[in-house]
């Protein structure tokens, strides 16, 4: 059976102290990892797709890298405006191509 | 643009009682899923269709119900609310199961049952 785990559950970060959240993944056939960003109250947003061990990808103060068994999620001088929760998801033949989901970091930028 | 919309954002309903979650998309897509998260928990797949009149079980579909008449619209049915079937609901919307087409998700329904 597919699964994602995601650690930390949360973390606290000083704005600019940077860090990485990380999802480690046991699938068959990964087709894609994904990253969304989910605010309070709102459905999560789409932030990267990564298809292949070694690949990387940046979207301003967030980098995505993936490896065979695990993704990081890094975030480099943190704002309070990146408070939100990181969920990571793959894409698995096996699972029908349809999405499995991580439980989530919950990050909180403090100013 | 309007993306994926849901209706209701918040219910509580009482044990027993029905309702239906509404969810519509403009984006033309074919692919539609209804996504149920519980805290701390990843979402977890209720059901989703590939197109209309074509629909198929998640991963926990029992106590859920669903249609799909048109492109657009892909309502949630909840038969007799139990309190376990209290959670945050997501509808969302793909134009393929292909890797590269992206999931957009609507904003959520908050259901409680007591």
């Known amino acids: 059976e597919d699964q994602v785990t995601q650690s930390p559950e949360a973390l606290r970060l000083q704005e600019g102290e940077s860090s990485s959240l990380n999802c480690s993944y046991t699938v068959s056939g990964l087709r894609g990892l994904f990253w969304y960003r989910q605010d309070p109250g709102k459905g999560p947003e789409f932030l990267f797709t990564?298809?292949?061990a070694g690949e990387e990808k940046e979207k301003e103060r967030l980098k995505a890298t993936l490896t065979k068994k695990e993704s990081f999620l890094h975030i480099t001088a943190p704002k309070p405006e990146d408070s939100a929760t990181y969920l990571c998801?793959?894409?698995?033949?096996?699972?029908?191509?349809?999405?499995?989901f991580g439980g989530g970091t919950r990050v909180l930028v403090k100013p | 643009n309007a993306g994926v919309t849901q209706t209701p954002k918040f219910r509580i309903l009482k044990i027993g009682q029905s309702m239906t979650l509404q969810c519509a998309q403009d984006m033309n897509h074919n692919y539609m899923y209804w996504y149920r998260q519980d805290p701390g928990m990843g979402l977890k797949l209720i059901y989703y269709s590939v197109g209309a009149g074509i629909t198929d079980k998640g991963e926990v579909p029992n106590g859920y119900n669903v249609s799909r008449s048109t492109t657009e619209d892909f309502p949630l049915r909840l038969e007799l609310a139990a309190p376990s079937q209290t959670s945050v609901y997501f509808c969302?919307?793909?134009?393929?199961?292909?890797?590269?087409?992206?999931?957009?998700f609507g904003e959520g329904s908050w259901l409680t049952v007591v």
């Open positions: 969302a919307s793909s134009y393929s199961l292909r890797v590269r087409d992206t999931i957009y």
């Open positions: 990564l298809y292949s």
């Open positions: 998801a793959v894409h698995a033949k096996a699972a029908g191509n349809k999405l499995t």
